[in-house]
């Protein structure tokens, strides 16, 4: 049995998640990590039992066996660090975004192909238990076809908790690109590709007070626009709106809703840091049987929501213990394989063009045509060997 070895590049909050999760597969073994400075990657490799350290990205590109890198940067590095190991002849696996313009995330793609390496880019949270369990209700017919879905991530930012909160409200940043990943991601995985788009945004403070963590009272300026609706229309005509927010109190809406011709499957959680960036949760869904506007006046004890068993591997609803890796896994074996990747660079790609387009709509108050698309990844088998 081949077995890759992975170079893990940034050592900060969820590089334990991820090496730990690697730990569990044969396939793959933590062989190296980087941060800034070695001593902090020492550090690091010493606590999870890591063999090499380097005090910088290059170093570690550098190193002849390593076989896949790993970049856990913060996402204006994404971009740099990914080129620069396709280059060397290394297989990516990045967190999201894929970068933060089309331009050098274009040149990833392209590296990739020329080099017949491996891309592949987070959230995986796509192959967790509840939305492999929706695409499995989506694939027996249950809800009939498609016709729409909603997704919305509705909160009061950031700066409410993080230990670092600064970047999150510069260029690059924002609650699209931060959170919208995770959204967009699960609705590719169920839907397919986009064909078109259009959003509305607006920046609601210019200056905001940190409300929590170790910068709190401290005042953040706001460069990027921290309210934005979006309009999609996929490949397969059905239609979406996409909510990204940092300037709501609280909200009552659902995570996400996937509507059919038959059915609507509802994914709602009380926290919106859950929802599609976690890989568990609730799977509620309703068909006609279930309606309840059949006469007026309205029953006063509708049918209930059918709780659908979650009972599929990855299904943690902790932030603080996930399954952040398994698409990094899920890549080694394809490239043992020679297949398609699930978390892939194209579908990646395809997510940081559609957020791009919105804001650029959100300026231009036009709709933009899509120049990417991926395939549908296939479901994540029981076993996930394969």
């Given at each position: 049995?081949?077995?890759?070895?992975?170079?893990?590049?940034?050592?900060?909050d969820i590089s334990d998640k991820y090496i730990?999760?690697?730990?569990?597969?044969?396939?793959?073994?933590?062989?190296?990590?980087?941060?800034?400075?070695?001593?902090?990657?020492?550090?690091?490799?010493?606590?999870?039992?890591?063999?090499?350290?380097?005090?910088?990205?290059?170093?570690?590109?550098?190193?002849?066996?390593?076989?896949?890198?790993?970049?856990?940067?913060?996402?204006?590095?994404?971009?740099?660090?990914?080129?620069?190991?396709?280059?060397?002849?290394?297989?990516?696996?990045?967190?999201?975004?894929?970068?933060?313009?089309?331009?050098?995330a274009r040149e990833t793609m392209r590296l990739a192909e020329e080099k017949g390496l491996y891309i592949g880019c987070a959230p995986d949270t796509f192959l967790g238990a509840r939305l492999q369990t929706c695409r499995e209700i989506i694939d027996q017919g249950?809800?009939?076809?498609?016709?729409?879905?909603?997704?919305?991530c509705l909160y009061h930012g950031i700066d409410t908790f993080h230990n670092s909160p600064f970047f999150y409200f510069k260029e690059g940043a924002g609650p699209l690109l931060d959170m919208g990943p995770y959204y967009l991601t699960a609705l590719f995985s169920l839907m397919g590709p986009v064909k078109r788009c259009s959003a509305m945004a607006k920046k609601s403070f210019n200056r905001r007070e940190v409300l929590g963590g170790p910068y709190k009272g401290e005042i953040l300026d706001v460069e990027v626009d921290t309210h934005i609706l979006g309009n999609l229309e996929f490949a397969s005509g059905a239609i979406a709106s996409v909510i990204t927010s940092f300037d709501v109190w609280d909200s009552e809406m659902p995570r996400i809703e996937i509507y059919g011709t038959?059915?609507?499957?509802?994914?709602?959680?009380?926290?919106?840091?859950?929802?599609?960036?976690?890989?568990?949760?609730?799977?509620?869904?309703?068909?006609?049987?279930?309606?309840?506007?059949?006469?007026?006046?309205?029953?006063?004890?509708?049918?209930?929501?059918?709780?659908?068993?979650?009972?599929?591997?990855?299904?943690?609803?902790?932030?603080a213990k996930n399954s952040r890796g398994i698409g990094l896994v899920d890549m080694a074996y394809a490239i043992r394989d020679k297949r398609s990747p699930r978390a892939s660079g194209k579908m990646a790609f395809h997510a940081l063009e559609v957020m791009i387009k919105m804001l650029e709509s959100a300026k231009t108050h036009e709709f933009y045509e899509m120049e990417s698309s991926f395939e549908l990844p296939v479901p994540l088998p029981e076993d996930f060997t394969a």
């Open positions: 049995m081949n077995k890759y070895n992975v170079g893990v590049i940034g050592v900060g730990n999760n690697l730990k569990q597969y044969d396939i793959v073994n933590v062989l190296a990590c980087a941060a800034r400075s070695k001593e902090k990657a020492e550090k690091r490799a010493a606590e999870l039992g890591i063999p090499r350290a380097y005090g910088s990205a290059a170093e570690l590109i550098n190193d002849v066996d390593i076989d896949i890198v790993l970049n856990l940067t913060v996402p204006g590095a994404h971009s740099g660090i990914n080129n620069a190991a396709l280059k060397a002849g290394k297989h990516v696996y990045s967190e999201k975004p894929l970068g933060t313009d089309l331009e050098s249950k809800i009939g076809d498609i016709i729409g879905a909603g997704a919305y038959k059915g609507t499957i509802c994914m709602k959680d009380p926290d919106p840091l859950d929802g599609p960036n976690i890989f568990g949760g609730e799977v509620l869904l309703k068909t006609q049987k279930e309606y309840r506007w059949f006469g007026f006046p309205r029953d006063e004890k509708p049918e209930p929501w059918i709780k659908v068993p979650v009972n599929k591997p990855f299904s943690s609803t902790s932030h």
